[in-house]
């Protein structure tokens, strides 16, 4: 997994990619709220 951070306009992002090649857990935030993009092939971009 690659993370990093971003600020923009006073709000904090976190933004990580997981390489997915069979069944793979994914962390997300519990009590917050996140987006998962990707084409689902070879991997997905979480955005919390």
Not at 19 to 28: A, F, L, M
Not at 41 to 46: K, M, Y
Request: no cysteine.
């Amino acid at each position: 997994m690659d993370q990093t951070t971003w600020t923009m306009d006073h709000q904090s992002y976190e933004i990580a990619y997981y390489p997915i090649s069979k069944n793979t857990d994914i962390r997300v935030p519990a009590n917050g709220r996140y987006e998962i993009s990707g084409n689902n092939v070879d991997g997905v971009i979480v955005t919390s």
